[in-house]
């Protein structure tokens, strides 16, 4: 029970921590005027 608990729940963080990783690095890479603009365009926009 413990190792499907973990596994299951871990693999989701792990995801998630991946995901924000890529944001930031997309962020930082852009520099803070586009890398604002662009992130909010592919999350916020419609």
Do not use: W
Request: with cysteine; hydrophobic share 35%.
């Amino acid at each position: 029970m413990c190792d499907y608990i973990e596994s299951k729940f871990l693999e989701e963080q792990v995801e998630s921590i991946a995901q924000i990783a890529k944001m930031v690095t997309n962020l930082k890479r852009l520099g803070p005027g586009m890398g604002e603009y662009v992130f909010d365009k592919e999350h916020f926009d419609d």
